[in-house]
Nanobody, 122 residues
């Protein structure tokens, strides 16, 4: 069993940066790949990026590539999503999720956090 808790969301202006954190609990958390997804109002959940358990493989959605970076500190059981040059269209609830596979589909993820709201004003 793995529990995930996100934090770090908030209201920022376009062009600002924000860092989200995802703290995992459970003795096997560091063996999981951790992905980030987001869901804007009225839309489905969208893949943002994923980082493998060892940190050697990372993939991003084209919409955030070059602006967002995922890192992980296994000693702290924490995965970060650094978001730079934020745009109003980045406004969404952001979720972290854990999977045995490095996937881009939400169906591949077994454990989910509760989400944290990110709002970017223009």
């Amino acid at each position: 069993q793995v529990q995930l808790v996100e934090s770090g969301g908030g209201l920022v202006q376009a062009g600002d940066s924000l860092r989200l954190s995802c703290v995992g609990s459970g003795r096997t958390f560091n063996n999981y790949a951790v992905g980030w997804f987001r869901q804007a109002p009225g839309k489905g959940r969208e893949f943002v990026g994923v980082r493998g358990w060892s940190g050697d493989r990372t993939y991003y959605a084209d919409s955030v590539k070059g602006r967002f970076t995922i890192s992980r500190d296994n000693a702290k059981s924490t995965v970060y999503l650094q978001m730079n040059s934020l745009k109003p269209e980045d406004t969404a609830v952001y979720y972290c999720a854990a999977s045995w596979r490095i996937g881009t589909s939400e169906d591949e993820y077994r454990y989910w956090g509760q989400g944290t709201q990110v709002t970017v004003s223009s």
